[in-house]
C-alpha cells in the first residue's frame, strides 16, 4: 500500500516537518479533495495575505505514474474573490514533488526577508532572494536553473514583479510555459516573501503488480497515442477553437459586444502555427506535447538591426483576451502583450479582461485622460495597450494601480458595472456560448469554465433542447465527476480516457483497493460540499451572483440570456449544492442553512 506525505514549511521559522496523510488519501482520494479539507483547518478570517493563510501544492494517487496525471493543485484563499483559490498548473511538478516522495507541500509564515525554498528529497533549504527580487518570471527562472544544483530534473515555481507587489491578478509560474494562474496565487506568494519554491527528487514508488500495472498502463498508453482523443490537443491545441467559435457567434469580441470577430482567421490557430508555431513542449508523464510555442523576434533597439527571439507559450484562452476581446488581430501584437505578461507573471484572462473593461470604460466616459493620464483607449490599440501595462507595471498612478486590482474592483469604484464581465470577481474565459456558460463560471467553485463545461452544454443544447431544470443538473453533474478528475489531479484533456471504469482498475492496479464507483461518487460530492462550505464561510453566496448586465443585451450562440432565467438556473444549481451539503455527513459546521434560501 501506498504511503502519502505532506511536507511542511513554515517560512517564518524556516523550519519544516513530515507528516503521512495516508488516512486523507484513503478518505477523499487525493488531489483538490484533499488539499481541501487542510484548507478547511484554518480560521475563515484569515486575510488572504495573512502570515498563517496557507499554501497547499498537493497532487493524486495517479501522478507521475499514470500516462497525462500531470498536473498539480495549489489551493489558498484567493486575494481577488475573497474565497477559495484554486489553480492548477502542469509542467515538471508533479513529477518532482513524487520524486522527492510528497504528494502534499504545504507552506506556510512569512519569510522576514525575500526567499525561495528548495526540496530535494529530504534536503528542504530556505534561500536568501534579495538578488532575485524585482527580477523578471522568465528570468528568475534561468538563474535558478543554473544556480540550484540537483541530480535530478527540477521544476521551479516562481513569481514576477506583480506577485511581488502583491496583485490578486498574478500568478506563480511554473517551468517554462506553465502557471497557476487565476485567482492570485502569485499575490500570496508574495506576501510571504516566496520568490520561488524549486523541488526536486528520485524517489518512486514500488510497484506490487507489476503485470497488473504494466497491462493497465499499457492500455492508458495506447489510449493516448493512438486514439484520436488527445490528437487535436497536439496539433492545433486549444488555439483551434479560435475560427470555429466565431463561426457560431461565440467568440468573445470587444469586451463581448458581440461573438463574431472579423479578424477570426488573421489569429487562428492554423494561423499561429503558420507563422509562429517553433516548438511542442509537453508536461512531465504526457505523450501528447499539447503546449504549443511560438517565437517572437524584437529589436534590441529601433535604430539597431539586431535581434532577440523569444519563446512564447499560446493557446485559446490567451488569444482571445488579448487578441478578439481587445480587437487585435496581429499575432505578433498579440506575442508581444504576452510577452509582458508572462515577466510581470500576471494572469493572461484576467489582465486581458480587465483591459477590455477599461477601454469599455473610457469609451462609455466612466474613464477620463484625467484617469489614464493622457492615453486614449481605443479597441484594436496595441500599442497603447503595451504602454497600458508598463504603467501598470510601474504603479504609475492610482488608476493604474487600480487595475492591477481586476475588473471588478475596478467597475465598483469608477463605473461602468455591467461591462465588468466577471463571474464571483473572477474574468471571465474565452467562451460566450450563452446562458449555460455563464452559469458554469457564476456557479463553479473556482469561476472557472474548467469546473462544469456549461460551454458544452449550450452547444449540445441547440440541437437537443431539454428543460431548464435538466440541464442545470447535467451542469452539476459534470461538475461533481470534476472533482473526482481534480482529485486524482489529471489534465482535463485526458477526461474521455479517464472514464470510471479506468479509473478504478488504476487504482486497483496501484494497490489501492476499496474503491467502487459509488465510493468515488460520495468522495466528490464530499468535496464539492466542502469547497462551498468554504466558500461560504469566507463570504460567497450564490444570491449575489449576477449576470453581468452587458451579456444580457448581447447575442450569443445560443441567442440572448435572459437575466431572470440566470437568476432561476442559478437557484437550482444551490439548492441541489444545498442537499449535497447535507449529505455529507462528515462536514463539521455544515447545516443546510450554509447556503440562503431564495429571497
Known sequence: MPVFKMLDIDLTTGRHQVTDVSAQFDRDLGGTAVATSLLLDTPADLDPYAPEAPIIFATGPFSAVYP????????????????????HAGGRLAMAMYGAGFHVIRVRGASPFPCYVTIDEDQVHLHRAHSLWGSSALAAERI????????????????GPAGERRSPLAAATVDSSRHFGRLGLGGVMGSKNLKALVVSGGRYWPIVEKGKYNAFYKKLYDAVVKSPAMK????????????????????????????????????SGETFATRHLTQHLACGHCQTGCIHMA????????????????KISYDHELIYALGSNLSISSPEEILRLLLLIEKQGWDAMSIGVTLAWAIDAFQAGHLTPAHTDGLVLNFGDAATGEKVLHRIARGHNEFYRDLERGAAFCARKYGGQDSAIAFGGNEAPGYMTGLYAYLGYATGVRH?????????????ALNEPKPDDVLTAELYK???????????????????????????????????????????????????????????????RFDDLVLPGKLARVVS???QVDPA??????????????????????????????IPNPR
Open 68 to 87: 497525462v496525471a500531470t498536473k498539480t493543485v495549489a489551493l489558498f484563499r484567493s486575494p481577488l474573490t475573497g474565497n477559495l483559490g484554486e489553480s
Open 144 to 159: 535558478l536553473r543554473d544556480h540550484v544544483p540537483s541530480s535530478y530534473k527540477r521544476s521551479i515555481v516562481r513569481i
Open 232 to 267: 487535436k490537443y497536439h496539433d492545433l491545441g486549444t488555439a483551434m477553437n479560435v475560427v470555429p467559435l466565431s463561426r457560431i457567434n461565440s467568440l468573445p469580441t470587444r469586451n463581448f459586444a458581440q461573438g463574431f470577430f472579423e479578424g477570426a482567421d488573421e489569429i
Open 295 to 310: 517565437t517572437l523576434r524584437e529589436r534590441f533597439h529601433p535604430e539597431h538591426h539586431q535581434f532577440k527571439t523569444f
Open 448 to 460: 472557472s469554465h474548467l469546473d462544469s463545461a456549461g460551454y458544452a452544454i449550450d452547444q449540445k
Open 478 to 540: 459534470e461538475a461533481l465527476w470534476r472533482m473526482t478528475l481534480n482529485s486524482l489531479v489529471i489534465c482535463l484533456f485526458a477526461r474521455n480516457i479517464y472514464t470510471k471504469e479506468a479509473i478504478l482498475e488504476g487504482l486497483d492496479a496501484l494497490g489501492l483497493t476499496g474503491w467502487t464507483e459509488t465510493r468515488l461518487h460520495e468522495a466528490a460530492r464530499r468535496a464539492h460540499a466542502r469547497k462551498l462550505q468554504y466558500k461560504e464561510r469566507c463570504g460567497f
Open 557 to 559: 450562440g445560443a441567442g
Open 565 to 594: 432565467r440566470f437568476a432561476r438556473q442559478v437557484a437550482a444549481y444551490r439548492d441541489l449544492a444545498r442537499a449535497d451539503l447535507a449529505a455529507a455527513a462528515d462536514v463539521a459546521d455544515a447545516p443546510p442553512s450554509a
